[in-house]
């Protein structure tokens, strides 16, 4: 990436997702996913979160330990971790149930803030819908860093544009949309606030707005293996390059939208080989 590294921090949802026809559980989550794979990335990375005390919040601390992402603010409290059951058919996950974030849904999130020099030190912070920060997205915004929201794919239309106002680039998960609907939505998140928003469609083209300009990128060919996490790679892809690039040596603003885009698509789809969000299956 050149010039220093970046710091950056996914703030919200972890989870196990376990596999039940493999009875295999793999670390996982969006806020977790994006900083395992910025990490992955060349970033100095942190996840900020709440743990449970069970044998899942025990791999997926132990994981993150391995893999060197700071956890040091985070809070283990007694409960049951997050947790996903799915099962895998051709490559397509299949989710059949979720205990919603388990001690995650019931406690808040308003420790976050307890140290905010330390939260102030990061480039980039990362939430999602499943992280239960939608109450505070207006207090993390004042700090300089760029704030990323991933809205998922079963996002409400009203609320989603509500939070616009409080979020730098929102990402959407579209893949049963048609495409003047798409843009539509993005025109609107964009009107909202976000100075970009954009919209992952599955095996079409994804789509970004900017306020001026549509860009679109394809999905990279790959030998699919597991499509878990595959969303998550994209927005961190994007989002390290576009930072990286915005402090970088003046880059025209098109071209680094349409590299940052094909850099998602080139590791989403490299993450796509991998089975879990990241590998690091414990069997069970």
């Not at 997702?17 to 969006?30: E, K, V, W």
């Not at 956890?71 to 799915?86: Q, Y």
Request: with cysteine.
């Amino acid at each position: 990436m050149g010039g220093r590294t970046l710091k950056v921090m996914g703030v919200g949802d972890n989870v196990v997702d376990d596999y039940i026809h493999l009875r295999t559980m793999f670390p996982g989550g969006n806020a977790l996913n994006f900083s395992v794979y910025s990490s992955m990335l060349g970033c100095e990375a942190a996840y900020l979160g709440i743990f449970g005390n069970d044998a899942a919040a025990g791999h997926v601390q132990r994981t993150l330990l391995e893999i060197g992402v700071d956890i040091s603010h985070c809070r283990s409290l007694n409960g049951s971790n997050g947790r996903a059951v799915i099962s895998i058919e051709n490559g397509e996950r299949i989710f059949i149930s979720s205990n919603e974030g388990g001690i995650g849904k019931t406690e808040s999130m308003e420790f976050v803030f307890g140290d905010p020099e330390y939260l102030q030190s990061f480039s980039i912070l990362h939430t999602s819908a499943y992280s239960y920060m939608d109450p505070y997205l207006a207090r993390i915004q004042q700090l300089d860093s760029l704030l990323s929201y991933d809205f998922s794919d079963d996002f409400d239309h009203d609320h989603a544009l509500a939070l616009c106002p409080n979020i730098d680039i929102g990402f959407f998960s579209c893949t049963e949309w048609t495409e003047a609907g798409t843009k539509d939505l993005l025109e609107k998140a964009v009107q909202r606030g976000c100075s970009l928003a954009v919209a992952t469609r599955g095996p079409s083209e994804a789509i970004l707005f900017n306020g001026r300009s549509w860009f679109f990128q394809a999905p990279k060919a790959v030998l699919l293996k597991d499509t878990l996490g595959a969303g998550d790679a994209f927005i961190s892809g994007f989002l390290i390059s576009y930072v990286s690039g915005k402090s970088c040596t003046p880059v025209q603003p098109d071209f680094l939208i349409e590299n940052s885009l094909e850099k998602a698509a080139y590791f989403a789809a490299e993450i796509c080989e991998l089975q879990g969000a990241f590998g690091y299956g414990l069997v069970y």
